[in-house]
């Protein structure tokens, strides 16, 4: 293995006299939150990346939703994202709007909530807990479109 | 020293094509084996940005969530291993420069990450944050230790046995004000990557 040792970070550094100390042990609901992951791939899954939206100009605050957009070849999804007492709440649109029978889940690690498309495209989830989700588009005709993982934390 | 810890060395050929092959193909067996492989380096890459173990928690389910997602674009089994680690490296970076400012907000996902990087990373063992997590140069690194004076012998035995130390207490434990932690590390630090180069030049 070739070695740079001259361009190491602080943290790798860091990291390595940690791991090599053996005193700070993964724990272990990490290893089995990393193994219950594989459980969630979705094979032949188109995934919508996550776009830049713009920030409102002289917004500061968290008072207001956030906004995420993401984008696949076929589909566009973006997320109002709220939070309320350590939960979070989404509302979504999909556009241009689906067939029938279009179904959307929003997943996290934990949990799974399914919910049927308005005619418009719209769905919404309420709290949900902070961490990482993703929204999947099941329709009827096509393979599933998927965002890339996201985390929101209240 | 424990270096049953240290999975991560080239000895533990785990990522290997047929392991990857096997995790595409929905084989939860090889996929527990990248996880067995590489959570642990993992772990403490993502620790040494001084997150609490939830955050940090976080931080490597995310790696292994967007290893999910990105897994078709990088078969090259060479290339997961610094993968994963750019990947943890930033989830974690993002979350440290969440502390300073708690509120609701989204991380700025992955735009154009999960395409560049295993380009990126086509540089095998070019990554030095995956070359120093191998059992060989961790021994290394403490030998270096071991040979240095103080204060820095000390501040990095107890940066490493005292993981959720904060500076407060680690500079107390020292004998110095908190505000000479950070420049002391920093100094440290330096002085560390100095030897090894040396010995790199002169083996």
């Known amino acids: 293995m070739t070695r740079h040792p001259t361009t190491i970070d602080d943290e790798s550094l860091i990291a390595a006299l940690r791991l090599a100390s053996g005193s700070d042990p993964v724990p272990a609901q990490v290893t089995a939150a990393a193994r219950a992951v594989f459980g969630l791939r979705l094979p032949g899954a188109t995934t919508a990346r996550s776009v830049v939206t713009p920030v409102p100009q002289g917004v500061r605050s968290a008072e207001g939703p956030r906004l995420l957009k993401f984008v696949a070849a076929e589909l566009t999804v973006e997320l109002e994202v709220t939070s309320l007492d350590g939960l979070v709440d989404l509302a979504g649109q999909i556009s241009p709007c689906p067939e029938a029978g279009t179904l959307v889940e929003i997943r996290t690690p934990h949990l799974t909530e399914s919910r049927a498309l308005s005619p418009t495209g719209r769905f919404a989830v309420t709290g949900l807990p902070p961490g990482w989700f993703s929204v999947v588009c099941h329709r009827p005709e096509d393979l599933p479109v998927v965002t890339s993982w996201t985390r929101i934390r209240p | 020293m424990n270096t049953q810890s240290v999975l991560c060395g080239s000895e533990v050929p785990v990522s290997d094509q047929p392991t990857i092959e096997a995790v595409l193909a929905g084989d939860q067996a090889a996929w527990d084996a990248l996880v067995t492989r590489f959570t642990g380096p993992l772990w403490s890459a993502v620790r040494a940005?001084?997150?609490?173990?939830?955050?940090?928690?976080?931080?490597?389910?995310?790696t292994w969530l967007r290893l999910l997602e990105s897994l078709h674009t990088i078969r090259d089994?060479?290339?997961?291993?610094?993968?994963?680690?750019?990947?943890?490296?930033?989830?974690?970076?993002?979350?440290?420069?969440?502390?300073?400012?708690?509120r609701l907000v989204a991380d700025p996902v992955d735009t154009g990450h999960a395409r560049s990087t295993p380009a990126d990373a086509g540089h095998v063992h070019a990554d030095p944050a995956l070359a120093v997590l191998t059992a060989d140069e961790s021994r290394r690194l403490w030998q270096a230790v071991d040979e240095m004076h103080e204060p820095c012998r000390s501040l990095f035995r107890l940066m490493a046995t005292a993981p959720d130390a904060g500076v407060h207490q680690l500079a107390g434990r020292l004998g110095m004000p908190s505000g000479s932690y950070g420049p002391t590390r920093g100094r440290c630090l330096n002085r560390l990557r100095t030897m090894l180069t040396t010995r790199e030049a002169t083996p």
């Open chain 2, 77 to 102: 089994p060479d290339r997961i291993g610094p993968w994963l680690f750019t990947t943890a490296k930033r989830e974690a970076s993002l979350l440290r420069r969440r502390h300073r400012g708690e």
């Open chain 2, 49 to 62: 940005y001084d997150l609490s173990p939830a955050d940090a928690a976080d931080a490597v389910q995310g």
